[in-house]
């Protein structure tokens, strides 16, 4: 199972483990963004620095209709006890944690501030 919690703007949280290019893991806090159906974003000064590899270019149109295209970044992540290779969005602004990264799971939140939030995979 993985904690987070939420904040005082009703923010969930979850910290996620990111493993850079020599292998040491670094610890993100991500937001849970329901509207981002992908598995994580960081910015790309961050991507740059962990010195993970490039892999390919992703077309979404944003909520408001407008096109915009993001570089895509492979990594291996820390996910509930275990490694896990996912693509990470390169997005310049706070890191998220998406949907993607929730299929196989349920997400239980208590939405207030101080709240618990756990994911839990599916038996």
Same mark, same amino acid.
């Given at each position: 199972?993985?904690?987070?919690?939420?904040?005082?703007?009703?923010?969930?949280?979850?910290?996620?483990?990111?493993?850079?290019?020599?292998?040491?893991?670094?610890?993100?806090?991500?937001? =849970?963004?329901? #509207?981002?159906?992908? $598995?994580?974003?960081?910015?790309?000064?961050? %991507?740059?620095?962990? /010195?993970? &590899?490039?892999?390919?270019?992703?077309?979404?149109? =944003?909520?408001? #209709?407008?096109?915009? $295209?993001?570089?895509?970044?492979?990594?291996? %992540?820390?996910?509930? /006890?275990? &490694?896990?290779?996912?693509?990470?969005?390169?997005?310049?602004?706070?890191?998220?944690?998406?949907?993607?990264?929730?299929?196989?799971?349920?997400?239980?939140?208590?939405?207030?501030?101080?709240?618990?939030?756990?994911?839990?995979?599916?038996?």
């Amino acid at each position: 199972m993985i904690r987070g919690t939420v904040n005082a703007r009703i923010e969930v949280v979850f910290s996620v483990a990111i493993r850079d290019a020599a292998g040491g893991d670094h610890d993100f806090e991500m937001l =849970l963004d329901t #509207g981002f159906a992908g $598995w994580l974003s960081l910015p790309s000064p961050v %991507i740059s620095v962990l /010195g993970l &590899p490039w892999q390919s270019r992703t077309y979404f149109a =944003l909520a408001n #209709g407008q096109p915009i $295209w993001f570089e895509n970044y492979k990594a291996t %992540i820390v996910w509930d /006890g275990s &490694p896990r290779t996912v693509l990470i969005q390169a997005i310049d602004n706070v890191p998220l944690l998406g949907t993607g990264l929730l299929a196989g799971h349920d997400l239980r939140v208590r939405f207030r501030d101080g709240g618990v939030a756990e994911i839990e995979a599916v038996p």
